[in-house]
């Protein structure tokens, strides 16, 4: 079935650092790809999606780019603030069928 | 607009007890569903609702019943809960099943 893998976390940088969190997914179809982030004591909230491949979604200075010939669907913030911290998870849908989560990873900044 | 509200913020219940979670969206979503959250893990499917009717129940114990009165609102009726059960219930709502979902805050539950 659908599966969505992201890097182990914790993941814990100082601010003004570069951001990546890896997200690689296998699908059947030509499935959508978000990325979901949840706050410390928060649901969730959707950051970014991209619908098809090459599509780049971006928000709040985030940014990942749908790459179907690597599967992925990278996260990457040039410069992380400590407002940054928080569980992301990386999530895929193809059609109707249900929501895919990864493991979700925890990001902690640092002053 | 893409809030969708959660009422109550927390609940403490007994196994014996009866309560229920609400949850609410105006956006003229016509698909709505309840997922629950362990803490460190993601959220996991319990029920779909697609133009009020139930269309997806991820085997989930009949002490949970989910209840879509009209297009805006979806409640969970809960019953005979288990310590188990304490987790976050999020709420999530869609313009239809095949579109991007936008989750409420949730409710924290705890059964003790």
């Known amino acids: 079935g659908d599966s969505v893998t992201q890097m182990e976390g914790p993941v814990t940088l100082s601010e003004e650092a570069f951001l990546t969190i890896n997200c690689t997914y296998t699908?059947?179809?030509?499935?959508?790809l978000f990325w979901y982030v949840q706050y410390p004591g928060e649901g969730l909230q959707l950051l970014l999606k991209a619908t098809k491949a090459d599509d780049k979604g971006s928000n709040k200075g985030f940014e990942a780019t749908y790459r179907k010939e690597t599967t992925s669907f990278h996260l990457e913030k040039g410069s992380v603030q400590v407002s940054d911290s928080a569980v992301y998870f990386c999530?895929?849908?193809?059609?109707?069928?249900?929501?895919?989560f990864g493991q979700g990873t925890r990001l902690t900044i640092n002053p | 607009d893409t809030e969708v509200t959660q009422t109550p913020k927390h609940l403490v219940m007994g196994m014996t007890n009866k309560k229920s979670l609400k949850c609410e969206q105006h956006?003229?979503?016509?698909?709505m569903y309840w997922y629950k959250q362990k803490a460190k893990k993601p959220p996991e499917l319990m029920f779909v609702y697609s133009y009020e009717k139930l269309s997806i129940n991820e085997s989930v114990p009949s002490r949970f019943s989910p209840e879509c009165p009209n297009s805006s609102l979806l409640n969970l009726h809960l019953h005979a809960l288990q310590p188990e059960d304490s987790a976050l219930y999020l709420c999530a709502s869609s313009q239809s099943v095949t579109d991007t979902q936008y989750f409420g805050p949730g409710t924290r539950l705890t059964v003790l």
């Open positions: 999530a895929l849908r193809w059609g109707a069928q249900k929501l895919v």
């Open positions: 956006m003229g979503h016509r698909a």
């Open positions: 699908a059947t179809g030509y499935p959508s």
